[in-house]
C-alpha cells in the first residue's frame, strides 16, 4: 500500500515562508510527476486548486496565483517531495495537498493523494 503524509503547515505571518513536506511511503517502484495543490475549508472538492507541479522530467510549472513566490522539488532518495513557499499572503490561506504517480511494486500505476495540512496566513 501507498501513502502520502503532508507535513510542514501551521500559522505563520503575511510575508512570511513555510516549506511543505510531503512523505511517500509503501511498496513504491518509482514516482513520476508530483503536484501540489490547495483547498479552502468549506470549499468543495471540486474547488480544490491546482497550484504547482514537477513533471517526470523534473520541469516545474506554476498556477500564475503563487508563480515567483512558490517552489516546487523533491528528493528521489528518500522519496520527498517540497513545496517552499515564500512572500505568503492572507490568500494562500487554505488546506494544502500533494500528489503523485505512483507506480508500486504489483506494477498498478495510479495518482495518489495526502490527507492535507492546513497552511494559515494571519496577523
Known amino acids: 500500500q501507498v501513502q502520502l503524509v503532508e507535513s510542514g503547515g501551521g500559522l505563520v505571518q503575511p510575508g512570511g515562508s513555510l516549506r511543505l513536506s510531503c512523505a511517500a511511503s509503501g511498496t513504491i517502484s518509482s514516482i513520476g510527476e508530483t503536484n501540489w495543490y490547495r483547498q479552502i475549508p468549506g470549499k468543495p472538492r471540486e474547488q480544490r486548486e491546482w497550484?504547482?507541479?514537477?513533471?517526470?522530467?523534473?520541469?516545474?510549472t506554476y498556477a500564475d496565483s503563487v508563480k515567483g513566490r512558490f517552489a516546487i522539488s523533491r528528493d528521489n532518495v528518500k522519496n520527498m517531495m517540497f513545496l517552499q513557499m515564500n512572500n505568503l499572503k492572507p490568500g494562500d490561506t487554505a488546506i494544502y495537498y500533494c500528489?503523485?504517480?505512483?507506480?508500486?511494486?504489483?506494477?498498478?500505476?495510479?495518482?495518489?493523494w495526502g490527507e492535507g495540512i492546513p497552511v494559515t496566513v494571519s496577523s
Open positions: 497550484i504547482a507541479r514537477l513533471s517526470s522530467a523534473y520541469y516545474p
Open positions: 500528489n503523485a504517480y505512483i507506480v508500486d511494486h504489483d506494477s498498478n500505476r495510479k495518482y495518489y
